[in-house]
């Protein structure tokens, strides 16, 4: 009986690997040369530390979680998203004493949704997170950064920005919105109907065509922010402006996670449809104080690799491979052996060179060298062996030059 793969969960087989490692590679260099460092958490936490971080009423923690009982121990859980573990570590390690820290990592998050394109139940982000500083210069960084990234990758995003206030302008703005919607229950979805109670923020990023003409009049946000949200605002925004950055106000953007403050922002693209997200982030002033650290400010946001990866392709990125620059090609028992020990001889020396270890007919062989993309084949038998000469043919132009098997290494050698 063959058992299948879990419901909303991919391989990623050889043919795309390579775009993502190309994704991780652009990342690792340039937030590095921003100044972030790589941090591996665990995959598995206290599901206590979502329902407090991420917000009881969200509907990751209400109805995406994969929790369960370690043994009859303990309630755990698969991590939804990275940055509460990474708050979680960043406070149990007593990291605020070393100063402000810039952070990033990457790897797979789990959420129960309905699988379609663009949304499975296991992907992968990259998260990046800096802690202790809440001037508006690090928003703007990490925006600059971002775009960078995007920009490095050939691929074109549109930024949109919005602040979703703090502790001290939001309360008065969600009231004045509830009570602005409940007086509209009747034009708006089930989905708007239910948030309106549980999360009157979520409304606004309701999808539903025939709630758009309403949601558009709704009272904004952007509009009641305190003096000092208004401030950071106008801050990074003009930060923004200054280093040419271009994006749009979209004051109906919030974010499913309660922990945001002030700036938060998305990457989407039109290359790949509805699930247009590829990137979103924002502040969380109040989060590492909500897990039980010291008051320490903190942003960050998070790229969705298979989104990326969708875009990537739909713009006809090429997805890079590395092809062997030599394929050896036996003969003969000799020449499987000379084949062999050369192969192994060539890789020490950094060149990229395979074989079929198989051996067998040459046209068999000859086709594996092309399956693989070979630059070069060299047949080697008796003959060759014993002269130490051989014949190199280039696979696309079928020219063959003779070379010396001593030369060898030092023709392929990457330079
Ligand atoms: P969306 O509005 O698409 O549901 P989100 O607001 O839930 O996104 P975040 O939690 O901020 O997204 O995650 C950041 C990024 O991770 C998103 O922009 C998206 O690219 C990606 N992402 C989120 N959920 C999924 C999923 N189920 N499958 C694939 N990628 C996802
Ligand atoms: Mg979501």
Redesign the pocket.
């Known amino acids: 009986m063959k058992i299948p793969g879990v419901k909303?969960m991919n391989d990623l087989l050889p043919a795309e690997v390579g775009r993502w490692q190309e994704m991780e590679q652009v990342a690792r260099e340039l937030f590095g040369r921003y100044g972030y460092r790589e941090v591996r958490v665990p995959v598995v936490e206290h599901a206590a530390l979502y329902a407090r971080g991420v917000g009881e009423n969200t509907?990751?923690v209400q109805k995406?979680m994969y929790a369960f009982e370690d043994k009859g121990e303990e309630l755990l859980c698969l991590r939804?998203?990275a940055t509460a573990g990474l708050v979680r570590a960043f406070i149990e390690h007593g990291l605020h004493v070393e100063g402000p820290q810039k952070w990033f990592a990457l790897g797979p998050?789990f959420?129960r949704?309905r699988?379609q394109k663009?949304?499975?139940?296991?992907?992968?982000?990259l998260d990046i997170e800096a802690f202790g500083i809440a001037e508006p210069a690090i928003d703007v960084e990490q925006i600059a950064m971002a775009a960078d990234f995007f920009a490095a990758l050939g691929v074109a995003v549109q930024l949109k920005l919005n602040s979703v206030g703090d502790g001290s302008c939001r309360p008065a703005y969600l009231q004045e919105l509830q009570g602005w919607l409940r007086e509209r229950k009747g034009q708006l979805c089930v989905d708007c109907n239910d948030r309106m109670e549980r999360n009157p923020l979520r409304v606004l990023?309701c999808k539903v065509e025939g709630c758009q003409p309403v949601l558009a009049q709704a009272p904004r946000l952007l509009d009641r922010l305190c003096a000092g949200c208004a401030a950071h605002h106008a801050a990074v925004t003009g930060g923004l402006g200054a280093l040419g950055i271009p994006f749009t106000v979209d004051t109906r953007l919030v974010?499913?996670?309660d922990y945001y403050v002030r700036t938060a922002y998305?990457?989407?693209s039109d290359a790949i449809g509805s699930?247009?997200?590829?990137?979103?982030?924002g502040r969380y002033d109040k989060l590492v104080e909500t897990l039980g650290g010291p008051p320490t400010p903190g942003i960050g946001?998070?790229?969705?690799?298979?989104?990326?990866a969708m875009v990537m392709a739909a713009v006809g990125r090429p997805v890079p491979s590395r092809q062997p620059e030599l394929f050896l090609i036996s003969a003969d028992e000799a020449g499987a052996r000379e084949c062999l020990s050369r192969a192994v001889a060539l890789r020490r020396a950094g060149v990229a060179c395979d074989l079929d270890a198989r051996g067998g007919k040459l046209a068999r062989q000859f086709k594996q060298a092309e399956r693989v993309g070979a630059r070069y084949a060299l047949v080697l038998g008796e003959k060759e062996v014993g002269s130490g000469q051989a014949k190199l043919k280039d696979m696309k132009t079928r020219e063959e030059t003779p070379v010396a098997l001593a030369d060898l290494p030092d023709r392929f050698r990457p330079t």
Not at 118 to 125: L, S
């Open positions: 909303g509907d990751i995406e939804p998203e998050m959420r949704e699988p663009g949304r499975y139940r296991q992907f992968h982000q990023d974010r499913g996670l998305e990457f989407t699930q247009s997200s590829v990137a979103g982030g946001f998070a790229i969705g690799q298979e989104r990326l």
